[in-house]
């Protein structure tokens, strides 16, 4: 049984966003696993905590929570752990703390699973060109009924992942059971583990030209703005779908606008702009080939308790010295090839 009065932890984050994430009842359940500080500890308050932040061995946050920045390294001299109860860790870690030997576990494999199925419903009503089909509908199409329309479909289509991480991965899982080709651009991933996931790595060309959807999955903020534009764009197949759960800011926003004004056979599926939110006069808004929806890919509501129950079960692991299913290390977060090697394409 581990030490409970030696295991002690911090939730530094706000009360907003612990309550989202950490249930009440992963809270008992942390509580009694380690010794936890009674009070929540945020950016506002952490002065008045010192003397519990310099004892802590573990920090367990969300977003918005704890940057290991100097000022936080200093206070904090016993930390060994920090639990992050979301996603992308970038700006989170710093290389003073990976020198220091502070490991940083991440539930982005649990918020994977809410994106994928997110992605894949937009998908699968994409390849039936769902969106253009309600539309029309509404203008009163008698046309439309009773006949063979002429969709992808599920049979034998193609889905393009731009990037292969957690949610590409959940997502092949997803697709299993259908009969839909899946290929993808990145160059981290070995040609046998594609295999094993059921998909064929091409080129980024290819990628674009062939799809009749194509998923965005970059991984993480170490890319350019404007890293998707025109020269890609137009590669798109007549009829297809451009889905975004990514960033906004990785398609320069301006061509595909005048991309998607000029193509009113594609779709756009946006689920994050840049800004975030658009502005009020964004061309987006006014377009009929765009479905935008804000930021809603992601784990909400009970989804989110998915992100506080895999901390506690990564706690635990930790506490019993078993691997960590969410770590994430120095060489993990930094820019993948896949991204340098468009770089210098960018205009």
Not at 192 to 198: K, N, P, S
């Amino acid at each position: 049984m581990p030490n409970r009065r030696k295991n002690f932890g911090v939730y530094f984050c706000s009360k907003e966003n612990r309550d989202r994430v950490y249930s009440g009842e992963e809270r008992m359940r942390l509580a009694k696993m380690t010794r936890v500080y009674p009070t929540r500890i945020d950016e506002a308050n952490w002065k008045e905590h010192r003397r519990a932040l310099s004892e802590a061995r573990m920090v367990f946050s969300t977003w918005g929570g704890l940057k290991l920045s100097p000022r936080f390294l200093e206070a904090m001299p016993n930390l060994e752990a920090y639990f992050y109860a979301a996603g992308d860790v970038t700006g989170i870690m710093s290389d003073e703390a990976w020198d220091r030997g502070i490991r940083i576990s991440s539930a982005n494999e649990a918020n994977a699973k809410s994106v994928a199925e997110f992605v894949l419903a937009q998908t699968v009503f994409s390849l039936k060109r769902g969106w253009e089909y309600m539309r029309l509908t509404k203008t009163h199409r008698p046309d439309l009924w009773g006949c063979n329309k002429p969709v992808a479909g599920t049979y034998r289509s193609t889905l393009g992942l731009l990037s292969i991480g957690q949610i590409s991965r959940r997502l092949c899982h997803l697709l299993r059971d259908f009969d839909i080709n899946i290929i993808a651009t990145d160059d981290r991933v070995s040609e046998a583990e594609c295999e094993l996931l059921g998909i064929k790595l091409v080129d980024r060309e290819t990628l674009f030209s062939e799809s009749d959807v194509i998923s965005i999955h970059l991984w993480n903020n170490a890319y350019p703005k404007g890293l998707i534009g025109r020269d890609l764009l137009r590669l798109m197949k007549r009829n297809a779908t451009l889905i975004n759960t990514s960033r906004g800011c990785v398609i320069n926003q301006r061509d595909l606008e005048r991309f998607l004004q000029e193509r009113s056979d594609v779709y756009a599926c946006i689920d994050v702009t840049d800004p975030e939110p658009p502005e009020a006069d964004c061309t987006l808004l006014q377009l009929d080939n765009v479905v935008l929806t804000p930021h809603l890919a992601g784990s909400m509501a009970n989804e989110s308790y998915r992100l506080g129950r895999y901390v506690t079960e990564e706690v635990r692991r930790y506490l019993d010295g078993e691997p960590l299913r969410g770590e994430v290390t120095r060489e993990m977060v930094r820019k993948p090839s896949f991204i340098r090697g468009l770089q210098h394409e960018l205009v």
